[in-house]
C-alpha cells in the first residue's frame, strides 16, 4: 500500500502566502515525478507543478514567479510554497506521484485526498 498525505491548507488573506506538504508512506521501491494539481469550484482539474526525482520542475505557465515546487527524497516529501495568493487561488490542491511499488515492476499514479486552499479578497 502507497498513501500521500497533504497538509498545509488553509483560510488566507490576498497577498499572503501557503506551504503545502505531502507525505508518502509505504511499500516504495521509486518515487519519480512528484507534483500538485488543483481543483477550483466549476472548472477543470489543472497542473499547478511537478518536480522530477532530479529536481527538475515545470510550472503553470501562469502560476510562474508566485508558486515553488521542491522536493526532499529523504522524506520522501513534495512541498508547494505559494506566495502573493489571490482568490482565484482558492481550489483544492491534490498532490500526485507516479510511484514504483515494492513488489511491482511498473509505475503507477498516486493522489492525496487534496487539501483546501482559501484566499479570501
Known amino acids: 500500500q502507497v498513501q500521500l498525505v497533504e497538509s498545509g491548507g488553509g483560510l488566507v488573506q490576498a497577498g499572503g502566502s501557503l506551504r503545502l506538504s505531502c507525505a508518502v508512506s509505504g511499500r516504495i521501491f521509486k518515487i519519480n515525478d512528484m507534483g500538485w494539481y488543483r481543483h477550483a469550484p466549476g472548472k477543470q482539474r489543472e497542473l499547478v507543478a511537478t518536480?522530477?526525482?532530479?529536481?527538475?520542475?515545470n510550472y503553470a505557465d501562469s502560476l510562474k514567479g508566485r508558486f515553488t515546487i521542491s522536493r526532499d527524497n529523504a522524506k520522501n516529501t513534495v512541498y508547494l510554497q505559494m506566495n502573493s495568493l489571490k482568490p482565484e487561488d482558492t481550489a483544492v490542491y491534490y498532490c500526485?506521484?507516479?510511484?514504483?511499488?515494492?513488489?511491482?515492476?511498473?509505475?503507477?499514479?498516486?493522489w492525496g485526498q487534496g487539501t483546501q486552499v482559501t484566499v479570501s479578497s
Open positions: 500526485n506521484a507516479n510511484i514504483v511499488a515494492i513488489g511491482t515492476y511498473y509505475q503507477d499514479s498516486y
Open positions: 518536480v522530477t526525482g532530479g529536481a527538475g520542475t
